[in-house]
Antibody
Framework: EVQLEQSGAEVKKPGESLKISCKGSGYNFPNYWIGWVRQMPGKGLELMGIIYPGDSETRYSPSFQGQVTISADKSITTAYLQMSSLKASDTAMYYC???????????????WGQGTLVTVSS | QSALTQPASVSGSPGQSITISCTGTSSDVGGYNLVSWYQQHPGKTPKVMIYEGNKRPSGVSDRFSGSKSGNTASLTISGLQAEDEAHYYCCSYATSRTLVFGGGTKLTVL
């Protein structure tokens, strides 16, 4: 059974840094892209970026380029999302999800983590 | 890349059919047959309902169907049921080599 287990909820102060994790199991972790998706309170889904754990190739959505760092450690089947200089506007639910390749391109998000709620407040 | 454009809300009565549109550009929706649709109930994780424009994953009701014309993709739900009330998001592969979501549509079953 494919599972993505995310780290627990975080409460941070403005200006602090954060690294959340997503541990994959039940599948060949290095060979599947993983995406990080932000969902601000009451808002829609936004893809932040994707990573291929096999070689750590990373692609960022333009809005998030330079704002976050996505990484992965295939030896422990875990992907990470790192954010620094947090602001109140970073308060959101953050999801990781596996991406299935269809027609030789990233085509859909098929398995999702449970989400990590990040609250940034002074 | 900009978010794909979806109507903010749609509604329908039980048993009726509704269609949700998703408009992009030739750099995303129009350029690839890689539109997927997700259903999200409040407090839950998204669930894929359609991929590659018109394919249903195993276990998804055949009341859900997808199509595309030019730069606009559509999700149709027939025989509306109360349990279909949720937010729906389209998503497409894009020339940026990532994927882009639509803004989301709230479906209300009257």
């Amino acid at each position: 059974e494919v599972q993505l287990e995310q780290s627990g909820a975080e409460v941070k102060k403005p200006g602090e840094s954060l690294k959340i994790s997503c541990k994959g199991s039940g599948y060949n972790f290095p060979n599947y892209w993983i995406g990080w998706v932000r969902q601000m309170p009451g808002k829609g889904l936004e893809l932040m970026g994707i990573i291929y754990p096999g070689d750590s190739e990373t692609r960022y959505s333009p809005s998030f380029q330079g704002q976050v760092t996505i990484s992965a450690d295939k030896s422990i089947t875990t992907a990470y999302l790192q954010m620094s200089s947090l602001k109140a506007s970073d308060t959101a639910m953050y999801y990781c999800a596996t991406i299935r390749i269809t027609r030789n391109l990233p085509g859909l998000f098929d398995y999702w983590g449970q989400g990590t709620l990040v609250t940034v407040s002074s | 890349q900009s978010a794909l454009t979806q109507p903010a809300s749609v509604s329908g009565s039980p048993g009726q059919s509704i269609t949700i549109s998703c408009t992009g550009t030739s750099s995303d929706v129009g350029g690839y047959n890689l539109v997927s649709w997700y259903q999200q109930h409040p407090g839950k994780t998204p669930k894929v309902m359609i991929y590659e424009g018109n394919k249903r994953p195993s276990g998804v009701s055949d009341r859900f169907s997808g199509s595309k014309s030019g730069n606009t993709a559509s999700l149709t739900i027939s025989g509306l049921q109360a349990e279909d009330e949720a937010h729906y998001y389209c998503c497409s592969y894009a020339t940026s080599r990532t994927l882009v979501f639509g803004g989301g549509t709230k479906l209300t079953v009257l």
